[in-house]
T-cell receptor
Framework: RKEVEQDPGPFNVPEGATVAFNCTYS??????FFWYRQDCRKEPKLLMS???SGNEDGRFTAQLNRASQYISLLIRDSKLSDSATYLC?????????FGAGTRLTVKP | DAGVIQSPRHEVTEMGQEVTLRCKPI?????LFWYRQTMMRGLELLIY????????DSGMPEDRFSAKMPNASFSTLKIQPSEPRDSAVYFC???????????FGSGTRLTVV
């Protein structure tokens, strides 16, 4: 089993839709969780941290489920500009491991 | 802050040649990470440093790869000799702590022909 797994997608949704991604991790001792956004031919950029109690940043909501060992990202009222690949990151020991990414395309 | 700075942005080299990738982390960030990204394998951690000291190089694929961090503001990743399968985007990232969010550089797109 991979340390961090994501559904690669692609997710194709219309503008205004709500879309959710999940990311599962294998190390139950992991303590730090993040979502990154990566545009085509660009570097990953930190989107948001994921806190135990869940957290929201505008249209984005991140949640952690320790019992089932997954994190989720919910995007409400999706915009064309949300089209990108979303990578989850989970610490494994002393460093961070990334999922392969979920590709999202928002269509007019 | 200028962010994490990597050079060169693109590198095309012939098999067997030495390649050196460079990275300047964000000032005050104690951790520096080298990642490689390919379509097949995603983002792979190669090596990371804490306060200029290599901590974990278990991700370095072969002895052909080496990395150094002579001071807090500079790191290099060297491949010698390079092979076509080394073709990838190499990212450098830095962080205040090991489990803080990382800031990535814009990457070096390496093509070995």
């Amino acid at each position: 089993r991979k340390e961090v797994e994501q559904d690669p997608g692609p997710f194709n949704v219309p503008e205004g839709a709500t879309v959710a991604f999940n990311c599962t991790y294998s190390n139950s001792a992991s303590q730090s969780f993040f979502w990154y956004r990566q545009d085509c031919r660009k570097e990953p950029k930190l989107l948001m941290s994921v806190y135990s109690s869940g957290n929201e940043d505008g249209r984005f909501t991140a949640q952690l489920n320790r019992a089932s060992q997954y994190i989720s990202l919910l995007i409400r009222d999706s915009k064309l500009s949300d089209s990108a690949t979303y990578l989850c990151a989970v610490n494994v020991g002393n460093d961070m491991r990334f999922g392969a990414g979920t590709r999202l395309t928002v269509k007019p | 802050d200028a962010g994490v700075i990597q050079s060169p942005r693109h590198e095309v080299t012939e098999m067997g040649q030495e390649v050196t990738l460079r990275c300047k982390p964000i000032s005050g960030h104690d951790y520096l990470f080298w990642y490689r990204q390919t379509m097949m394998r995603g983002l792979e951690l190669l090596i990371y440093f804490n306060n200029n000291v290599p901590i974990d190089d278990s991700g370095m694929p072969e002895d052909r790869f080496s990395a150094k961090m002579p001071n807090a503001s500079f790191s290099t990743l060297k491949i010698q000799p390079s092979e076509p399968r080394d073709s990838a985007v190499y990212f450098c990232a830095s962080s205040r702590t090991q489990n803080y969010g990382y800031t990535f550089g814009s990457g070096t797109r390496l093509t070995v022909v």
